[in-house]
């Protein structure tokens, strides 16, 4: 069965401070790999996705994550962060075969401080 | 804003009862998917629904139940609750039941149970 592991549940950082949130999966087969965010009071939105290609992805607002098929990794970087950045981030994980749902991370909550 | 409308946004009722959270999912989306969000398990994938048909089932009790109108909203329905079952309760819906795209997310639906 696939899972999600993000490591780290709470993350401080200062306002234009680099970050990595860490997030590593287990599957048996390929994968889809995602990064989703949730502001307060709000949805997920998707925030990128790595389905094939080049193992570095990025976002339109400046994140980062590279796909690392060893070392079964999808982490998410930026090197300088926003006060607006304040979420929490979900990774999350769809194998070829899926009937479409997501597994998903249990989520870090990112919190910028100024 | 997604696209996605879930209601009602809060809910609070009794140990025993039963709750009907709706949802209508994005203008020409046929896949719609149903989280459980809770503070110990995370984001928990409870059952998909495809152009009116079950696509796949995930940690959903057999209290709950789903189903998918002509129409394409989609009902969830909560019985015997519990107070193990208060939680965020999301909505998300694709265009397809193919992983390789997005999944639009609603904003919750806040279930209390006392």
């Known amino acids: 069965a696939q899972s999600v592991t993000q490591l780290d549940s709470q993350v401080p950082v200062f306002e234009e401070a680099p970050v990595e949130l860490r997030c590593n999966y287990s599957s048996s087969v390929s994968v889809y790999l995602f990064w989703y965010v949730q502001y307060p009071n709000q949805g997920l939105q998707l925030l990128l996705k790595?389905?094939?290609?080049?193992?570095l992805v990025e976002s339109i607002n400046g994140f980062e994550a590279e796909f690392n098929k060893s070392q079964t990794s999808f982490h998410l970087r930026k090197p300088s962060v926003h006060i607006s950045d304040t979420a929490e981030y979900f990774c999350a994980v769809s194998d070829w075969g899926s009937q479409g749902n997501l597994i998903f991370g249990k989520g870090t909550k990112l919190s910028v401080k100024p | 804003d997604s696209g996605v409308t879930q209601t009602p946004k809060h809910l609070i009722t009794a140990t025993g009862q039963r709750v009907t959270l709706r949802c209508s999912p994005r203008s020409g989306d046929l896949s719609v998917y149903w989280y459980q969000q809770s503070l110990d398990q995370g984001l928990q994938f409870l059952i998909q629904y495809y152009n009116g048909e079950e696509r796949a089932k995930g940690n959903i009790l057999e209290r709950f139940s789903a189903q998918q109108f002509p129409d394409l909203h989609s009902e969830l329905n909560l019985s015997s609750l519990e107070l193990g079952d208060s939680a965020l309760y999301f909505c998300?819906?694709?265009?397809?039941?193919?992983?390789?795209?997005?999944?639009?997310f609603g904003e919750g639906s806040r279930l209390t149970v006392l």
């Open positions: 998300a819906s694709s265009v397809d039941a193919a992983i390789t795209g997005e999944l639009f």
């Open positions: 790595y389905l094939s290609g080049s193992t």
